[in-house]
Structures are given as structure tokens and as C-alpha cells.
């Protein structure tokens, strides 16, 4: 049972007054903080699950322990679609890359050819010796007659 005393206020005030000049002065006293330095973390949260009912601790147990069950279903189900895919691109869509740069490449190769063709086709056409009908050069009707027998096979 607790038992109950009346300070007055003058009292009050001489105990204040007495008090100011202890540097040690608490207002907790040893016996209400007990302070137990042998206590891990790991106790005290141990000593958390008294606050909490059983029927709350069970809810939430279940709960934590479905979503950890749906995470690594998740996680699993991502891996293997990742797996799949990669997988597929490797075998699918890589050799046609690669074809299709070969395709661009024989046909870049190509352009080339017909434009040195087409430059030898001038040489070969008198472009360079001067041809009737250009300024500063006199063409004979002989030369005439004859280049416009020499044509390329296709184009006559």
C-alpha cells in the first residue's frame, strides 16, 4: 500500500534550495531505473514479444512467412524467365544479327564493285583521250564510227 505525505510549500522550497548545490542530484532514483548492463539487444527484443498477444504474434508470423513464401516464388519465376530468355536470344535472334550483317556487308561490297566497274567503263570508253564534241578537242568521224561500235555487253 502506498502511503501518502504532505509537503508544504516551504518545505518545497528549502529542499530545492539544498538541492542546487548537489552536482549528483538525479530525478530518477537508483531503485525505480534498473539498469542491467548483462541484457543483450537480442534480450530485450525477445522481452518485446510479452507485449504483443499471441494471437497478434501468430497473425503476423503467418503473414511474414506467406510473403516470404510469394518472394521466393517471385524470385524463382523471374530467374527462369530470365534464363529462358536469354537463352532464346542467344539461339534465335544472334545468328540472324549476324546474317544480316553479312547480307549488308556483300552488299556494301557490291556498291563498290559496280562503282569501279562503272570507273573502268569510263577508262575504257575514251572519257580520258577526249571524245568529239568536247571543247578544246577536235574529234575525227573515224573515232566516231568506232567508239560507237565498242559497247559493253548488255547495252546494246
Avoid: C
Amino acid at each position: 500500500m502506498v502511503k501518502l505525505e504532505e509537503v508544504s510549500a516551504e518545505q518545497f522550497e528549502e529542499q530545492l534550495l539544498s538541492d542546487d548545490g548537489d552536482e549528483n542530484y538525479s530525478d530518477f532514483s537508483d531503485d525505480d531505473f534498473d539498469d542491467d548492463d548483462d541484457e543483450s539487444l537480442l534480450d530485450r527484443i525477445a522481452a518485446l514479444k510479452e507485449i504483443i498477444p499471441l494471437k497478434h504474434r501468430n497473425r503476423i508470423a503467418s503473414s511474414a512467412s506467406t510473403l516470404t513464401s510469394w518472394g521466393k516464388t517471385g524470385a524463382t519465376f523471374i530467374g527462369k524467365s530470365a534464363w529462358v530468355i536469354t537463352t532464346s536470344m542467344l539461339l534465335l535472334v544472334l545468328p540472324l544479327a549476324l546474317e544480316i550483317e553479312k547480307e549488308q556487308a556483300l552488299v556494301a561490297y557490291e556498291k563498290e564493285a559496280m562503282q569501279q566497274q562503272s570507273g573502268q567503263q569510263m577508262l575504257a570508253s575514251g572519257a580520258m583521250y577526249g571524245q568529239p564534241g568536247q571543247p578544246g578537242q577536235l574529234g575525227q568521224p573515224g573515232q566516231q564510227q568506232q567508239q560507237q561500235g565498242l559497247s559493253p555487253p548488255g547495252f546494246q
